[in-house]
């Protein structure tokens, strides 16, 4: 069965840093684009930022361009977020998934940003 093993999450300053990490225990890894969405108290599931398969191209939402970094091994099946320059709005659980979102979803890892 697929699974998608979220972590890396935790309290943190504004400004602050993490990195995110997705395990995924799905075939054929590599030849999918993979994406890190987050769901802030309230409001929608959103996308953020998304991987080709073979990792030469990415995108982000306007709203983390130049703050969030995705990167991918595909050897491990792993997907991975750097996420700085944090925000009290950042706060949110994140999630990976395909994008578009095709798998059953995992629990998250909660980021929470505050003083």
């Known amino acids: 069965q697929v699974q998608l093993v979220e972590s890396g999450g935790g309290l943190v300053q504004p400004g602050g840093s993490l990195r995110l990490s997705c395990a995924a225990t799905v075939s054929i890894f590599s030849i999918y684009t993979m994406g890190w969405y987050r769901q802030a108290p309230g409001n929608e599931r959103e996308l953020v930022a998304t991987?080709?398969?073979?990792?030469?191209?990415?995108n982000y939402a306007d709203s983390v361009k130049g703050r969030f970094t995705i990167s991918r091994d595909n050897a491990k099946r792993m997907v991975y977020l750097q996420i700085s320059s944090l925000k009290p709005e950042d706060t949110a659980v994140y999630y990976c998934?395909?994008?578009?979102?095709?798998?059953?979803w995992g629990k998250g890892t909660l980021v929470t940003v505050s003083s």
């Open positions: 998934n395909r994008a578009p979102a095709t798998l059953n």
């Open positions: 991987i080709t398969g073979g990792g030469s191209s990415t």
